[in-house]
């Protein structure tokens, strides 16, 4: 008979946040997997709770390797809890290799549902909350995270992200220049702890606040793009469109034609709307080139 896999969700920081059947699962589990097995015994001896099982690491420098140890275990009859530091796990956090594995094997995987940075930074950023998706941490590198962006850049749902304090300034105006600095966002800052932080504003203002320095875990919570008719669509925002494309290494007229298509518009409008930004941009006194 198999075992079952029980995927336990944690505080994101408020320690009473922890759900009662957390309690009972670690002091029942018989191997406890956890991202940080020094964060592990804090949170038990929170929690009044000594784990009757193993308690082994499971983090995303040894996931690879300790999978197939944890589905042996599963396959044999084990109950095996798998908790990461903060959250619900496989979330950007240890658990998808070991949620597939375990399924491949036809062990039944369970959860504990506790909180979640991304339901919570969504919940409090006052944007539209009937349909978004989830992205995750952007690429460290300046060209990837431009990359990325641009991927969704007419994505209309609102969009979740998790980022590094120390990078959030080069995020903000990452979003800034390829959605538009007017666009609107949540920088949810220190979830349910003492220094608890959501600002609000447009890009452009966010990330010049950001510049400045900000410490704590963040969730960053962008509206989507907005849904607008031929008619809606200004000449700078056509130039913008194309600009993001080029850049990301489409050439000018297929540039053009994807962004006509995109706002119901005729190719040439689109071409003559470039065309004019540049014949504006290398007038003599302008200060711009192109």
Not at 173 to 180: L, R
């Amino acid at each position: 008979m198999t075992g079952i896999l029980v995927l336990a969700g944690t505080p994101i920081g408020d320690i009473s946040d922890a759900p009662p059947r957390l309690a009972e699962e670690l002091a029942g589990a018989d191997v406890v997997a956890a991202e940080d097995t020094r964060r592990l015994r804090r949170l038990t001896q929170a929690l009044g709770v000594t784990p009757r099982g193993r308690v082994v690491s499971y983090f995303e420098g040894n996931e690879s390797a300790r999978t197939p140890e944890l589905v042996e275990e599963l396959a044999g009859g084990a109950r095996v809890l798998l908790v990461t530091d903060a959250g619900m796990p496989s979330v950007s956090d240890p658990g998808y290799r070991l949620v597939a594995a375990a399924v491949e094997r036809d062990v039944k995987v369970t959860a504990v549902p506790g909180p979640s940075a991304v339901l919570t930074a969504l919940a409090l950023s006052g944007l539209p909350v009937d349909r978004f998706c989830f992205e995750g941490f952007l690429p460290r590198k300046a060209g990837e995270r431009l990359g990325r962006l641009r991927e969704v850049a007419e994505e209309r749902r609102t969009l979740v992200y998790f980022e590094a304090p120390h990078r959030l300034d080069d995020t903000l105006a990452a979003m800034a220049e390829v959605f538009g600095g007017e666009r609107r966002a949540a920088v949810c800052r220190e979830l349910t702890k003492t220094y608890e932080e959501v600002k609000r504003g447009p890009l452009a203002e966010l990330a010049a606040w950001a510049a400045e320095g900000v410490r704590g875990e963040i969730t960053v919570v962008v509206e989507g793009a907005p849904e607008k008719g031929a008619e809606e669509v200004d000449a700078a925002e056509l130039v913008r469109r194309v600009r993001v494309r080029e850049e990301a290494g489409e050439r000018r007229k297929e540039a053009i034609a994807a962004v006509a298509s995109e706002a119901g518009l005729p190719k040439r409008q689109v071409f003559d709307a470039v065309v004019a930004f540049k014949n504006a941009a290398d007038a003599p006194g302008s200060g711009e080139r192109r």
